[in-house]
């Protein structure tokens, strides 16, 4: 009975990385990758569920043991049909065999294969061996070239000797494939057996179908974080008697503040985990160096995100003029009416664009009493960097590859980081998306919904063009 779902058996000698493979492949980071050879004892089933329904199945199997006692016993056979199944109902029983019976028994029940081998290695006379093997079981099959290194002197030898026996050779380092190079391998699947197409495409269909649904739902999360953190407030009431003296009022001053700074750090941290759980990541490694690492408040994070003076004061007329409210920077940092704007001169680290203050503290008097409150954010330039590091941490959970727990990340030879602008991507959007986005911060801060439609088309927009890597992820930033 033919397969309803395309299983894929992933071989391989031991540490080849058919484990990193099938976690990238599955967006599984639960799946023990040991660096050691020969970890993989005996197959392990990995079906990729959505909707509730599996439409496609990986299959971790043990490395090779004894190739060469297989392909001598293959060609003992006399040009018989089903070989992989044969061979496991002759030696299930045999201790020697243990793992090489757990290897081709999926292979001998119909699944595809796909051979992964480690491209930086020379090719040596075992791996011809296996290379042959395969080819005998007739089964269709992928090889996946699987360089982890910046080693590529053996590539060219390999593409050769992998082509003669498969119907397809693909290059897929498991350490730092993207989604759109999961489909583009899954695309390639099709190929390698014409009776498979209608499966492999229903397949991609249903990964597609998935990713833009969760790609809605960052968006989603990232638009929740700005209408809250432009809304939200701190509020805490003081009676007049232990506001007597300076000490006691700078003391109260300041708990607003901190609670202020530290709730919209949660918020963002709160987005943050609803981001990382929407695209399956729980291992979760962070660079020491990395803009996400640092405070959101920092004056390292506003100098490294967000728009630049010129934009911002560009952006701040359009939008101010559009609203009827006027955003002048020169004033930040004075008084305004009842409120004190929130700078660096108060102690916290509100100052973190510089002179320009993030928020007002309004004390408001009734008898005995005095409500101190701080927010909503005031300062025009806070939104666009909280959404640039939003954005950037949505390209670090959509691209991050959940085979990557196993790579030596300190490793001389290791594939180079790609260079790239230390930056967000506010900055090179065009000046009607970035008018678009100070209209819709300037409306949310006022709980109103104005050009909301066109600043959830924007934050699509980037997150479809990280997808399919038309818009450089930065995933390393």
């Avoid at 990238?24 to 980071?29: A, F, R």
Wanted: one cysteine or more; glycine letters at 6%; proline letters at 4%.
């Amino acid at each position: 009975m033919p397969a309803k779902i395309p299983r894929l058996a992933i071989m391989g000698h031991p540490n080849a990385g058919k484990s990193s493979v099938v976690a990238t492949l599955t967006e599984n980071d639960l799946i023990a990758i040991d660096k050691r050879a020969g970890t993989t004892t005996e197959s392990s089933v990995y079906p990729v569920i959505i909707d509730g329904r599996p439409v496609i199945e990986f299959i971790d199997t043990p490395g090779f043991q004894n190739p060469n006692a297989i392909l001598e016993w293959f060609h003992a056979q006399g040009g018989k049909r089903e070989l992989a199944r044969a061979f496991v109902a002759a030696h299930r029983t045999d201790p020697l065999f243990t793992h090489d019976c757990a290897l081709l028994e999926p292979v001998g029940e119909g699944a595809a294969i796909i051979l992964v081998v480690d491209g930086s290695k020379r090719i040596k006379e075992k791996d011809r061996v296996e290379i042959e093997l395969l080819r005998l079981t007739a089964r269709p099959r992928m090889a996946i070239l699987n360089n982890l290194t910046s080693q590529t002197r053996y590539m060219t030898q390999w593409h050769d000797a992998l082509s003669k026996a498969f119907n397809s050779v693909r290059e897929f380092n498991a350490h730092r494939a993207t989604y759109g190079e999961r489909i583009r391998l899954l695309q390639a699947l099709k190929s390698i057996d014409q009776r498979w197409e209608p499966l492999v495409e229903e397949a991609i269909h249903a990964f597609e179908h998935d990713w833009q649904r969760r790609t809605d739902q960052a968006v989603t999360t990232i638009m929740d974080l700005l209408k809250e953190s432009l809304t939200f407030k701190v509020s805490k009431t003081v009676k007049e008697n232990k506001l007597v003296f300076k000490s006691g009022r700078d003391l109260v001053k300041a708990e607003v503040m901190t609670a202020f700074e530290n709730g919209l750090r949660q918020l963002e941290v709160n987005a943050q985990e609803q981001i990382r759980a929407n695209f399956r990541h729980h291992v979760w490694h962070m660079p020491p160096d990395s803009i996400l690492g640092k405070d959101l408040l920092s004056e390292e994070v506003s100098h490294a995100l967000g728009l630049s003076k010129r934009q911002l004061a560009l952006v701040g007329m359009a939008a101010g003029a559009a609203s009827g409210v006027t955003i002048d920077l020169s004033t930040a940092g004075h008084s305004l009416g009842a409120g004190a704007l929130i700078g660096a001169a108060t102690g916290g680290v509100l100052g973190f664009v510089g002179s320009k203050a993030l928020a007002k503290l309004d004390i408001e008097r009734a008898p005995g009493t005095q409500r101190f409150t701080a927010g909503p954010v005031h300062n025009p330039k806070f939104p666009f960097v909280l959404l640039d590091r939003i954005v950037l941490y949505s390209a670090r959970a959509m691209n991050w590859s959940h085979g990557r727990q196993a790579a030596e990340e300190d490793a001389e030879d290791k594939v180079p980081e790609k260079v790239i602008r230390r930056g967000g991507f506010t900055e090179e959007l065009s000046p009607q998306q970035q008018r678009d986005l100070a209209r819709f911060f300037n409306a949310a801060k006022k709980g109103k919904s104005d050009r909301e439609e066109e600043c959830r088309a924007i934050i699509k927009w980037i997150l479809h063009g990280l997808a399919v890597s038309e818009i450089d992820s930065r995933s390393d930033l």
